[in-house]
């Protein structure tokens, strides 16, 4: 049987899930921004468990 | 693309769509789906659009366009629920330029129709981002029978 959560818990996870809401509600650029972030650092990790696809890179843009 | 009539419609889908409605997910290509004059789904039936892309100077490299150096993978509208995703598609606006982008039900309804661990992250941020109106959600889901239990908030 799960035992119930804490208060501490619960606001913690509520604080977690507003941290989230906050992400979504940044702008469009800022967003895309992240997103060449994240494929910056993602692409080794990627390219360390399998050969990549051609088009696996990092987009040539400026957010 | 529309104005030549090499596409009847398109909408961005994908991990890329979420980004409009949801925190950003690493993703490396963008997809479009297309609605075809043609009307066949096949992958035959993208020809013209490769055409249209080489006249314009876009590279083609296997399945995807290079458009300002962005892998583009177009999608024809391949069932019924991509073809509504596509006419349902919201208009946004990105830097000045309008995009029409699959809305948040029909993403989440799409990452649920065809599975994987990925796609189902996907589902959960755009419903964790309070972005999804899920009654309209189910309406999408019962009438394309998709069979998904909703996670919940928490």
Redesign the interface.
């Given at each position: 049987m799960t035992e119930p959560l804490s208060e501490a818990m619960r606001a913690l996870?509520a604080r977690k899930?507003e941290w989230?809401?906050a992400?979504?509600r940044?702008p469009?650029?800022e967003?895309?921004r992240?997103?060449l972030e994240?494929?910056r650092q993602?692409l080794p990790l990627l390219a360390a468990r399998r050969p990549l696809?051609?088009?696996?890179?990092?987009?040539?843009?400026t957010p | 693309m529309r104005e030549e009539r090499v596409v009847l419609d398109y909408a961005i889908g994908g991990a890329t769509a979420v980004l409009f409605y949801a925190e950003p997910t690493r993703t490396y290509d963008l997809d479009v789906f297309a609605l075809l004059p043609s009307g066949e789904p096949s992958l035959a039936s993208l020809g013209p659009i490769y055409e249209w892309a080489r006249t314009q100077g876009f590279a083609v490299d296997a399945e995807h366009l290079l458009i300002h150096g962005v892998p583009v993978q177009i999608l024809p509208a391949y069932d019924a629920l991509v073809a509504e995703a596509v006419r349902d598609a919201r208009l946004h606006d990105y830097e000045g330029t309008p995009v029409r982008v699959v809305d948040p039900e029909h993403l989440v309804a799409l990452a649920l129709q065809t599975g994987g661990a990925r796609r189902r992250e996907r589902a959960w941020q755009l419903l964790q981002a309070d972005v999804v109106n899920r009654p309209r959600l189910q309406a999408i889901l019962d009438a394309h029978g998709i069979d998904a239990t909703l996670p919940g908030d928490d």
């Open positions: 996870l899930r989230h809401r992400q979504a940044l469009l650029r967003k895309v992240i997103l994240l494929q993602d696809e051609p088009w696996e890179r990092p987009w040539e843009i | -």
